[in-house]
């Protein structure tokens, strides 16, 4: 099959461009032509709004999510709207961002396909300091994010240091990502800032959970990379994180009942972890298919499903 994928930047660390990367490779491994702009496609994959004019016989949006702030919904959304009433389908990537799209816009025929990643697990740690923190302490945690307001860093150090004064004094939380917009001077606190793929994984690797408490995330990558190195994940019960998490981590109730509707995203509820109490990484079951491989095969038989309407 010849598929054109519109809008990814190749390269890119970005979550939309780093999944179109890997999806674009795993297609190429799967023997189907991934074609550029301008060349005849029998599916243009248009991630999110398009970039271009593909000479496609049909067109998918995969849709992460759209602008939910009032002040936004509007203005931001128009091009992303346009595909999403002319696609031929649209692919959502949780049933959450579906849920959120039909309730604001229309209901769409298309697919819910989670991410998926390359099932490489690091068998071996490197990076002298990441050995050092194995040593030091009982307990390592994790958080990444291109970090806002949504993704509620200040939450995750609370539940952090929750969980240090209830169950692991001996234990530190490992910060990813750029902008962190909540600082502390707690020395078991390491921020990491961005880093580069392969690091991150080692630090997924030596990692005994990851915390990820965002307000209403469609469908995290890095949440993706972390279990693909076998990491439980906190998450809360609002989002699409918790379908990816399935039974192999811990979700947090909200205080408040989200609708499907606007937010705004700038100002996230609070959230209560008091009551959190980890469970062994034993007790816990499986989470969702996240194999690429198994994922390209899902759209592609989507693709084929289009195909033949």
């Known amino acids: 099959m010849k598929v054109h994928i519109d809008n990814v930047a190749c390269g890119s660390t970005s979550g939309p461009n780093n999944f179109g990367t890997r999806l674009a490779k795993e297609l190429f491994n799967q023997n189907h032509e991934v074609v550029s702009t301008g060349q005849d496609a029998d599916v243009s994959l248009v991630f999110i709004e398009r970039s271009g004019c593909p000479l496609a016989r049909k067109v998918v949006q995969r849709l992460d999510g ?10 931001k959304n128009v091009r992303i709207k346009e ?6 389908s649209v692919i959502w990537q949780s049933r959450f961002d579906r849920r959120v799209t ?5 209901e769409r025929l298309g697919a819910v396909i989670h991410n998926g990643i390359e099932l490489n697990p690091v068998r071996d740690i490197k990076i002298p ?3 050092k923190i194995r040593q030091t302490y009982d307990q390592v945690f994790v958080c990444s994010a291109n970090w806002h307001a949504q993704k509620r860093l200040k939450k995750n150090i609370e539940l952090f240091d929750h969980v240090r004064r209830t169950q692991h004094p001996n234990s530190c939380l490992i910060v990813l990502g750029g902008n962190p917009d909540a600082m502390t001077s707690d020395p078991h606190v390491l921020y990491a800032g961005n ?3 392969e690091v991150c994984a080692e630090v997924f690797a030596v990692s005994n959970w990851m915390f990820h408490l965002a307000w ?3 469908c995290p990558n890095v949440v993706i990379e972390a279990l693909s190195q076998g990491t439980p994940v906190v998450c809360t019960n609002v989002g699409g994180t918790k379908e990816i998490i399935g039974n192999f981590g811990l979700v947090v109730d909200e205080q408040v009942r989200y609708d499907h509707g606007l937010f705004d995203y700038k100002k996230p509820p609070d959230v209560d972890i008091t009551s959190v109490r980890l469970p062994q990484k034993e007790s816990l079951g499986p989470h969702v298919d996240i194999d690429i491989k198994n994922v390209v095969r899902s759209y592609i038989s989507e693709f084929e499903r289009v195909l033949s309407t």
């Open 66 to 75: 759209i602008w939910f702030a009032p002040d936004e919904f509007r203005s």
């Open 83 to 88: 595909l999403y009433d002319t696609a031929d």
């Open 102 to 106: 039909s309730n604001l816009w229309h």
């Open 129 to 131: 300091s990441l050995m």
């Open 195 to 197: 880093q580069p793929a």
């Open 216 to 218: 209403a995330d469609h």
